[in-house]
């Protein structure tokens, strides 16, 4: 799908006079800003921005970067999280503030751009931009630009801060006269900082395309900038600079646009500009493990769907020996998960094959009350005033919104953390739909997701009941999760499809519920919510 999407990461050169020596290693810091929805009516929703920059920032993280986060999720739960111009601005200016020329700074935007007609100057739009006004006849204009952030800004912040090293990456799309002019491609050589290296997502005239086949949903320029800063830009001494960087995007936007989009007769180039001189600076440094695969790689297949549980258990083993992954693991709160393969998704019902490109575990259950407890704080406990829930340690957690879901997913990633339970990179997250459907399904096409008569339906789910069962109580999949269908529907990562565009925050969730009938939990039947009830609870992904 076509998107507007602003995002930049900035290396700057030395500017300004000369520092005194630096006594302190260098430090790697980073400003990722995300603007999903916005305050003001006059922008479409985005989808894919915030996975843009959290996953981003997961993989900053691991490479010892300090990084600060504002989106439009956290500061739902903090203000000054929220991605406004004034935070904005006072977070790049706390940043900077003690750093030297042998530092370096990346600075990601990720939202809407604006740029007016026959002008040069182009602006990213945080979430409280409202540049329209309305002409004596009514007629609502762009071009009030006071309560945008200017690209040059920033350009200038970061050039007279003394930091060291900029790379300014730009993701927007760039065809949409009624919005935004001619789009963003007037940034000239002469005006940027010393040592600094531009990347534009797409040529004048083209669009900006994302994608829910590309991991967790991102867009696809910055797909390939977080792809190429874990592994796929790295030369042989496993560094990513930024001549790896930026020739690995140009080379391999054009190609995954052409696959996911060639029928549309769609392309994205993006433009490569700047001078970065001297020694490159390694923004990453990969794994000799990743950079040179084991020979067996090219040799394993991938799940062709359908396949009996056999197959899905010899996969499991197979794929997860291949990873260095355990086929299941138990993490520091309890919670078991167990591996799954990636594969093509091919139902009967669905048109076309899905790729699931990657592998993860999951949760064999849904995410029981103590399991929330020991990550929330044993006084959580939003179900308990609930007359539909039953109370105990192996029953899910209930009465949960999605915002609420991602919360404990993000607390839990830190605990692991913590406690080295989880590789650099690597996070807790709500599954995707497409994802939780290969989960679900283990290989069986139809209905419902296990081999046999439909009348045993009730060995394997809860549905048509009072109340939520413990889980685990039925039989699993092939895969080996239990309750999958019936029990309380699991929440998504996705905006119900409906939502999109309408600014509403029903989000989906999977499986359907304890309450319905057998008709109500069919493995395609998909539902939406926007407000935590008995029924709904969650199962979390691990990331690889």
Known sequence: MKHVLLAFLVLCGVSGPALHAQTNPPRKLALLVGVGDYKHSHFEKLRFPENDISELADVLRAQKYEVVELTSSKGRKSKDQLPTAPNIRAKLNQLLAESSRDDLIIVGLAGHGLQLLNQRECYFCPYDANPSTTNKDGVAKFDDVNTLISINEILEILGKSGIGDKILLVDACRSDPKTRGPGIDTLKHADLPGQTGVLLSCSAGELAFESEKLGIGH??????????????????????????????????????????YGDLGADQNPQASGEMRGVPKVLAMVASAIESPQPLAPLLAQLQFPFNPDQAQQSQKTWAARNNKKVEETNSVGMKLIFIPPGQLNVSTESGSKSIDKSFHICTTEV?????????????????????VIQGDDYPASCISYEMAVDFCERLTQIERKTGGLP???????????????????????????????KILSKFACFGLEHANAVGGKLPNAFGLFDTLGNVSEWCAELAPSETSSGSSRRVARGGSWQLSRRGIKVDTSNSFSKPNSELGFRPLKTH
């Open 219 to 260: 867009g696809v320029f910055f797909y390939h900038v977080i792809e190429g800063l874990k592994k796929d830009a790295a030369n042989r001494q496993n560094e990513v600079t930024w001549g790896y960087l930026s020739s690995h995007v140009q080379q391999s936007v054009p190609a995954t646009v052409k696959r996911l």
């Open 368 to 388: 029981t009350q103590k399991q929330w407890q020991a990550v929330m704080g044993s006084s959580n406990s939003p179900w308990e005033k609930d007359s539909d």
């Open 424 to 454: 650099p990179g690597c996070k807790y997250r709500l599954p995707t739909e497409l994802e939780w459907k290969w989960a679900c399904r283990g290989g069986k096409d139809g209905l419902y997701n296990f081999t046999g008569d439909d």
